[in-house]
């Protein structure tokens, strides 16, 4: 008779090496000659190892694997002196900057628990991120300017998968959880590379009628939320498979279902409020609602994690601005699955979502070389964050604003009108 277990083990490990090429053929379309910098949950490590493989075949010259793990996170909260707090390895971002600078590319396997700093002292928390953040500004300034083919990726780890599957033997919500990305993640079908071909020509078309329209505003109509987001001059879409200015194209997220451009930072008028909770360092800021004037938040609440989320507007001028603004539909994969997965990566595209702080300035037209502060005349905003916070919903409606000021029906219901 036929070992079950045995059955079980290897159709997971297939289909956990299925998603690692995944991540390098498509993800990443890494090149021969190319360096990868790989950053992960300890957890993930059977995966990360899986990626290792698919890249050293692919050519690349080395692999630089960058491990974290929770309970490490943890003991600096517990027992770090205060002034610790505001320490970030500033030598390590600057070695990845040095690393990009020179054509690697980069590959964030995420999957870190979406609570595991909701205990600790939102004070502490908003300083470490801060000074992160600053530390980070010169690795992701070229990542959020596409200098270089880069992807994030899940990974199933015991921390997250108790937060999806609240209640579950800790095996059986980690195996629950690996179901929900291999479906996510389109590797479940015979040849997911093609599959993804094909996905990523729906995406395209999509940003076609977009980039052909080239409205002026967005505006969103919905529970909670009357907002009118304008958006920058000489705006670009941009949706699935992109180049990247090192002339690779790369899938930046494995799941993606949206599309999205840079919104105008002087030209957010009205309120939006949130309709997922937003995971954020280990925070659960839940019931998001703020108000924009002349595109600055001026008044923000949540009914959870709402002294982080003032933290974080706190950042700097520009936290407090969108930088991104994106379209999903809401029959997604990922929303028709009914998971609230708490992770940024899933959760932004079940659902319409706006980011707080930097802007993509590869979604502006000519902006190859353009100093920082002449695209910011044209609304690309600048900070040291980039959170995306979900808005959309099977309620949502939302209408583009032509340069002439004609009105046309965007989205409906949460699902795209036309395209």
Not at 105 to 132: M, Y
Not at 213 to 232: C, K, Q, V, W
Not at 272 to 287: H, M, N
């Amino acid at each position: 008779m036929p070992d079950d277990s045995m059955t079980a083990t290897t159709a997971f490990e297939t289909r956990l090496d299925k998603l690692a090429a995944l991540a390098v053929k498509v993800g990443l379309n890494l090149q021969p000659g190319q360096e990868l910098v790989m950053t992960s949950p300890v957890e993930a490590l059977p995966l990360v190892r899986r990626i290792a493989v698919h890249a050293y075949q692919a050519g690349a010259t080395l692999v630089t694997p960058l491990i974290g793990d929770d309970e490490v996170a943890l003991a600096r909260y517990r027992h770090a002196a205060p002034e610790a707090f505001d320490v970030a390895p500033g030598w390590l971002f600057e070695g990845m900057a040095a690393a990009f600078r020179g054509n690697a590319a980069r590959l964030a396997v995420v999957g870190e628990s979406p609570t595991l700093l909701a205990q600790q002292d939102p004070e502490k928390v908003a300083r470490a991120n801060r000074a992160r953040s600053i530390a980070y500004r010169p690795a992701l300034e070229l990542i959020t300017s596409f200098a270089i083919n880069w992807n994030l990726v899940p990974a199933s780890t015991p921390g997250w998968a108790r937060e999806v599957f609240p209640g579950l033997p800790e095996a059986e919500a980690v195996a629950k959880l690996w179901d929900a990305i291999f479906a996510a993640c389109r590797v479940d079908v015979a040849d997911p590379v093609a599959e993804w071909a094909a996905h990523n020509a729906r995406l395209h078309a999509r940003t076609r009628y977009l980039n052909e329209r080239d409205f002026l505003e967005l505006r969103y109509r919905g529970p909670g939320t009357d907002l009118t987001i304008g958006l920058a001059d000489g705006h670009l879409w941009a949706g699935g498979a992109e180049p990247a200015k090192n002339g690779i194209t790369c899938n930046p997220n494995i799941p993606t279902e949206e599309v999205f451009t840079t919104p105008h930072r002087l030209r957010v008028q009205g309120t939006v409020r949130s309709t997922k909770p937003l995971a954020y360092q280990g925070t659960l800021i839940e019931d998001i609602s703020v108000t924009f004037a002349e595109g600055r938040i001026v008044e923000a609440n949540a009914s959870k994690g709402a002294e982080v989320l003032r933290k974080v507007l706190e950042t700097d001028e520009g936290a407090a601005r969108l930088g991104e603004v994106a379209l999903v539909p809401h029959s997604s994969p990922i929303s028709a699955s009914g998971l609230l997965f708490r992770n940024t990566l899933f959760d932004e595209n079940a659902a319409s979502h706006i980011a707080l702080g930097q802007a993509y300035t590869t979604c502006l037209r000519d902006s190859v070389g353009v100093p920082m502060e002449r695209l910011a005349e044209r609304g690309a905003n600048a900070s040291l964050i980039h959170i995306d916070w979900m808005i959309g919903s099977g309620a949502l409606d939302i209408d583009g604003v032509t340069k002439d000021r004609a009105v046309q029906p965007l989205m409906r219901g949460g699902e795209f009108v036309a395209v």
